[in-house]
Nanobody
């Protein structure tokens, strides 16, 4: 049984930082790419926005233009954990952040290429 547990969300002032963690169990974590998506409260599930992706080895990453230079995705395969370091946070970063396990080993911004999803962790940035 796949388990995905996100943590690290919270309330932060604009300009501040947060580090999200996503611990995964029940699958061969080191073989699959991982991603982070976010959804603004009140928006339909299908409109979740791609944030970042990392390949199975951690050698290749892909960040959405809206977060590039501020957010960094990384992973620790020994700990079965993926991280999202978020700096220079803005009010528009406020959302529920979801960790997802890809069907493949390569990076992707396509939501339908991810097969397992966490429950999400809320990030609120006050201006």
């Amino acid at each position: 049984q796949v388990q995905i547990i996100e943590s690290g969300g919270g309330l932060v002032q604009a300009g501040g930082s947060l580090r999200l963690s996503c611990a995964v169990s029940g699958l061969n974590f080191s073989k699959q790419a991982m991603g982070w998506f976010r959804r603004v409260p009140g928006s339909p599930d299908k409109e979740s926005e791609f944030v970042a992706s990392i390949d199975w080895r951690g050698a290749t990453t892909w960040h959405a233009p809206s977060v590039r230079g501020r957010f960094t995705i990384s992973r620790d395969n020994d700990k079965n954990t993926v991280y999202l370091e978020m700096n220079s946070l803005k009010a528009e970063d406020t959302a529920a952040y979801y960790c997802a396990v890809s069907k493949y080993s390569r990076v992707s911004d396509e939501r339908n290429e991810y097969e397992h999803w966490g429950q999400g962790t809320q990030v609120t940035v006050s201006s």
